[in-house]
């Protein structure tokens, strides 16, 4: 297990986590067990999820569900119940984004051939980008959120993307519905306000995991043209470690640190959302 940048005591407290077999939810699924928390890693590939809880020990257990399929959600947190009691936090962390979605020009060019541009985007593809990031923070948060309500210290962390803030040239269907997550957190976070159930969400930066690698390093393993990019509009000048969430992800959680935080879009970016490029 990675160190933790401070100690946030969990003890007692149940936490669920989607995606919780990838790069960054897994790191985010072994602090909160490192914490104390019990930990609920719901993967829809189930051997990846049990990689991560056997990594935490017997405070976490591996599920299969499909953040998109209401009843397979269900079921998991009927069985989260039954052996723990009352889900506390939950990590809405599955997401990600599709080729079909993609387009292969940074910009519209009319004489350019055999590229994918904007108007050959697969509009399933499109709709499968938006249901992942979009439904799949949503769904999550109609199954576990009900019974959260007045438990001490509920709260609800969403993981959102650079691209709320600026849309991303190639993916803007990723782009958006990651806005759509912000715009939804704020938008929970008010409604849920008045039940002391507070919902805040995290904006990575640029961070090398499964599936963006190959669109940042070639085959060789040398930067791309995009990574230089990124890298140049990123103040600090490199990548970010999974570990650097984890302070965000502590404090969000914290009863004692951010009983008073609710609605927040909070950017762990190197600089890159407060950099103008000149």
């Known amino acids: 297990m990675q160190n933790l940048p401070f100690q946030v005591d969990l003890t007692g407290k149940v936490a669920v986590v989607t995606g919780?077999?990838?790069?960054?939810c897994s790191a985010f699924a072994k602090a909160l067990g490192a914490c104390g928390a019990k930990?609920?890693?719901?993967?829809?590939?189930l051997e990846k999820g049990q990689k991560v809880a056997d990594a935490i020990g017997e405070n976490a257990m591996a599920l299969q569900a499909n953040v998109l399929d209401i009843e397979s959600l269900k079921a998991a947190r009927d069985i989260i119940r039954d052996k723990w009691g009352k889900i506390t936090i939950l990590i809405n962390g599955a997401g990600g984004n599709?080729?079909?979605?993609?387009?292969?020009?940074?910009f519209f060019d009319a004489q350019a051939k055999q590229v994918k541009d904007f108007f050959q985007l697969d509009p399933e593809g499109i709709r499968s980008v938006f249901d992942l990031n979009f439904l799949g923070t949503l769904l999550p948060t109609q199954v576990f959120a009900r019974e959260m309500i007045g438990m001490p210290g509920a709260n609800i962390v969403n993981i959102s993307s650079m691209g709320a803030y600026l849309p991303l040239t190639k993916v803007l269907a990723y782009s958006a519905a990651k806005s759509a997550v912000s715009n939804f957190t704020q938008g929970l976070a008010t409604y849920f306000a008045p039940s002391g159930l507070r919902v805040n969400a995290i904006a990575p930066g640029f961070f090398v995991g499964e599936q963006n690698r190959a669109m940042l390093f070639d085959s060789d393993g040398k930067p791309t043209k995009r990574t230089e990019k990124i890298l140049a509009g990123t103040p600090m000048g490199r990548f970010g470690e999974p570990e650097e969430l984890l302070g965000t992800l502590l404090y969000l959680v914290s009863p004692q640190a951010a009983s008073f935080v609710t609605g927040v879009v909070i950017p762990v970016d190197g600089g890159y959302t407060a950099f103008s490029g000149v």
Request: net charge negative.
């Open 20 to 24: 919780g077999g990838g790069v960054l």
């Open 39 to 45: 930990v609920a890693i719901i993967n829809r590939t």
């Open 98 to 106: 599709k080729p079909a979605a993609t387009t292969d020009d940074e």
